[in-house]
């Protein structure tokens, strides 16, 4: 990590906008890393903050370096493990789609690449993941596809939305013998989601492109569900 910031404290200095802001989140990144017994959740939580408001004030080459530093973290099980992790609102899934709350803002590459990163968090087997998880950034990629018009991103979010649940599920079932109870238990677990889903069809504000991403959802969901549970 600190090969990444050692790239991006110049560029930093380049930054014309909200330097200011940028570079202060920079410093206290910085010195997280020396000190060895702040817990990994609060050490990747400094990281992820200022990484993401590398995406929103960034040039590109600013923007470049900052997915480097999260696909780091995504990649290495130092800041990507939760295993002593204790609340669910401080792993890595959770603290990465609370820090890009603004993606619907941001330039439409970078909203892209923002969306790829996500599909590489969520596809993989070795980070853990809720379906709490799973319908924070579900609500993330709706609100990203609702304030665009670019078709990119749109045909981005979807895919996500495809990929990511499908990679949920079929992570999760992956690790259980089939007919037995964890089995029965990750079924149930995705059965809660879907309701959750099929809930939020029956509000009435709800916009068509709205109802066209849960119904994907949905979609997904049903279509990765063994045939025996």
Known sequence: MEGIFEKLGPLIDQTTTSNILVKGYYEK????????????????????????????????????????????????PTYSSDYSTKKEEDTLPSQLVRNFQKMPEWDKQIQCQSLTLIMQLFSSPNIRISSGNIDECMQ??????LETDESSVKLAVRGAITQIINSFCLNKYAKTIPGNQDEIAIFMEMTALMKKFINRLKTEELVVDEIILLLDAIYSLLSVQPIGV
């Open 140 to 145: 993330l990629c709706i609100k990203t596809y």
């Open 29 to 76: 990144a910085k010195d997280t890393i020396k000190k060895s017994h702040i817990p990994v959740e609060t050490k990747r939580g400094d990281f992820l903050i200022f990484l993401s408001q590398c995406l929103i004030n960034g040039k590109n080459r600013l923007s470049h370096v900052a997915f480097e530093g999260l696909q780091y973290i995504i990649q290495d």
